[in-house]
């Protein structure tokens, strides 16, 4: 399998609780390395642009105004298989559904605060890794 970027987003209700060195262990224990990470304010103008594609979804406004809350963190993760290893470490996107030992298993209250945004395809991967970080910050 081929060494890939992929973007994991800890949102705000993650960062609140102080969840961010738990995340990022449970991507370190799946082999992924840290290429890039930083601590962000998302405005309601990027919070909109970055998740454009559910912008006519019922739960829009909800989203948008929770990615704004409060800082999130955004790591750029490298690795074999590395979109697909971060997605199978979050778990489903209700936590309700998600797997024993998964991020939202563990960690999230509700389908709107599940606590980690993955990339969930190739070219999500390389949209959302370059929405946030330079080539020169990835190393
Ligand atoms: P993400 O894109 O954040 O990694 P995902 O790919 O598992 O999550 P998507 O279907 O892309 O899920 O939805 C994006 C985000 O929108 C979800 O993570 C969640 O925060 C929110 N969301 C999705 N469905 C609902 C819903 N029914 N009600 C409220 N919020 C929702
Ligand atoms: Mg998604």
Known sequence: MAK???LSIIKPDGVERNLVGKIVSQ???Q???????KKIQLSKKAAESFYGEHRERG??????DFM??????????????????????????????AAEGTIRKLYSKS???NTVHGSDSVQASAREVG?????SELV
């Open 4 to 6: 890939e970027y992929t």
């Open 27 to 29: 991507f370190e224990a």
């Open 31 to 37: 082999g992924l390395t840290v290429a890039g990470i």
């Open 59 to 64: 739960f829009f406004g909800e989203l948008v």
């Open 68 to 97: 704004v809350r409060s800082p999130v963190v955004v790591i750029a993760l490298h690795g074999e298989g590395a979109i697909q290893k971060n997605r199978d470490t979050m778990g489903a996107t209700n936590p309700a559904q």
């Open 111 to 113: 389908i709107g605060e």
């Open 131 to 135: 929405f946030f970080f330079a080539a």
